[in-house]
C-alpha cells in the first residue's frame, strides 16, 4: 500500500501526539507493524485525520473578507444574539492588519463565556468555517 504524506502538513501544523508518531515513523521509512505503526487502516485514518487537521489550520490562517467576517458575524448572533454584531466590531478595530480569521476568532472567544465558547465553535464546526 503506498501511503502519502497527507497534503498541507508541515512541521508547523498543530497535530495531537499521536497524528506525529505516526507521520515520523512513516518519514522513517517504517511501515505498518513496524516501529509501533499500527495496522494499514489505523494508518490510513491517522493520514486522513491529519489532512483534516491542516485543512482546518490554513482556513483559520486565512485574510478577512466580508464574505467571512458575515458568516463569523452570523455564527456568534445565532449564540448570543444582536450583541453579536456588536462584539464583531470591536474585535475587527482591535486588529492589526492584515487580519487573519484566527486574530478574529480569538478576540471574539475572550468576550465569551465558557458556555458561550463552545456553543460559537461548534457553530463554526457546523457552517464549515473551520
Do not use: H
Amino acid at each position: 500500500m503506498t501511503l502519502n504524506w497527507p497534503s498541507g502538513v508541515t512541521d508547523q501544523t498543530p497535530l495531537p501526539y499521536s497524528l506525529w508518531r505516526v507521520l515520523d515513523a512513516l518519514a522513517l521509512g517504517l511501515t505498518s507493524g513496524q516501529g509501533g505503526l499500527p495496522s494499514d487502516s489505523k494508518v490510513q485514518e491517522a493520514l486522513a485525520l491529519a489532512e483534516q487537521y491542516a485543512g482546518r489550520a490554513q482556513r483559520q490562517e486565512q485574510a478577512l473578507s466580508g464574505e467571512l467576517i458575515d458568516q463569523v458575524s452570523a455564527a456568534l448572533m445565532a449564540c448570543v444574539g444582536p450583541i453579536g454584531q456588536i462584539i464583531i466590531e470591536d474585535a475587527l478595530d482591535e486588529l492589526p492588519e492584515p487580519a487573519r480569521l484566527s486574530a478574529l476568532l480569538r478576540a471574539i472567544g475572550a468576550e465569551l463565556e465558557d458556555t458561550q465558547r463552545q456553543m460559537f465553535g461548534s457553530q463554526l464546526r457546523t457552517r464549515g468555517i473551520v
